[in-house]
């Protein structure tokens, strides 16, 4: 399925965030979108703003959630954000279905070997064994056309799978993931942390398959700037772009007190973050935020390969000097 032939603006969404645009630079105002699970800095940067000189002073951030990246790269291509989280497919899909131009100024987390990959769950008395039983079922994917389906449309090519036309595909955000599950309105639904980690808790569900299966090393989010914004801003970028780096150092340093911020953002309780949190069994994470260009450039030749884009070259996302870690 080619992601990018379905790539439509949400122009309702974005117009109302971008009623502000004028006043927003004025003030020295980023605007900036986030989602849920793992952006440690960018929450500490939301909950504990005090523990960053220049933010709130030298400039502010006007910080706006949202469901999953892909509905990020519309607002960016709107211009309605400044800066936002993004998936390599996703803000792929925006450069080549929305003529978006961005930097890359930032990475958040990737999976790295022996920690956690994102996962498909079926619940444990399901017929579905394995991947090819798919067919004809109702899965749930948290954002169609977000940087999981990827190697999620991969993995299900691989066995014998049309994610197009042999299976219905549903939007489940990672929060409703379990309960959608549970209650047997999907018969298979993505489980990210910290939500899988409540579901294991509490049993009666089995992993069926994980992302890791089809691209390992999988760069899952990083932090995406309009390349237009950056280059009429350049030092407002930078303070940012210092905060991300500095937000990403203070919650690999100090994991008690990341522990409360995430639980803060969250609504997640402690002791279920402490399972696995910033552990071996965790997403990995840069100590500076730096992005894995090469990681990143082999997911879009992967994509490229498999008919999802069109041949891209991740040089053109990364900016000469402003990118992270920045001091």
């Known amino acids: 399925m080619r992601t990018v032939s379905k790539w439509v603006l949400a122009f309702g969404t974005v117009a109302a965030l971008a009623a502000s645009a004028g006043s927003s630079r004025a003030q020295q105002t980023i605007r900036v979108g986030w989602t849920i699970p793992a952006e440690e800095s960018k929450y500490w940067m939301m909950r504990r703003p005090a523990e960053f000189p220049d933010l709130g002073k030298t400039y502010n951030i006007e910080w706006t959630q949202f469901q999953g990246t892909a509905p990020m790269t519309q607002a960016l291509a709107a211009g309605a954000l400044d800066c936002a989280t993004q998936a390599p497919l996703s803000l792929s899909n925006g450069v080549v279905g929305g003529n978006l131009k961005a930097y890359i100024v930032a990475q958040h987390v990737f999976e790295k070997p022996g920690g956690f990959s994102v996962y498909w769950a079926v619940m444990d008395d399901s017929p579905i064994k394995t991947i090819a039983d798919l067919k004809g079922k109702t899965v749930g994917i948290s954002v169609i056309g977000g940087g999981t389906q990827g190697p999620f449309n991969m993995l299900l090519k691989q ?15 990672f929060a409703v993931s379990e309960d959608a599950l549970r209650q ?50 350049p030092e407002l970028v930078k303070a940012y772009v210092r905060d991300i ?7 690999l340093a100090n994991r008690e007190e990341t522990l409360k911020v995430v639980s803060e953002v969250l609504k997640a309780p402690i002791p279920v973050l402490d399972t696995y ?28 390969e498999t008919g999802m884009l069109p041949k891209l070259d991740v040089a053109q996302f990364k900016h000469p000097t402003i990118v992270a870690p920045l001091q």
Request: aromatic letters at 6%; one cysteine or more; glycine letters at 8%.
């Open 159 to 173: 066995n014998g799978i049309d994610p197009a036309k042999d299976i219905k595909l549903v939007e489940v955000g």
């Open 184 to 233: 047997g309105r999907v018969d298979a639904v993505n489980m990210n942390q910290p939500f899988a980690a409540r579901a294991e808790a509490k049993g009666g569900t089995r992993k069926l398959f994980s992302l890791s299966q089809a691209m390992p090393n999988i760069v899952h989010i990083l932090e995406a700037c309009r390349a237009d914004f950056v280059d009429k801003n």
């Open 245 to 251: 780096t500095s937000g990403m150092k203070k919650a």
């Open 277 to 304: 949190l910033l552990k071996d069994n965790d997403f990995g994470r840069d100590p500076g935020a730096a992005p894995n260009f090469p990681a990143i450039q082999k997911m879009l030749d992967i994509y490229a």
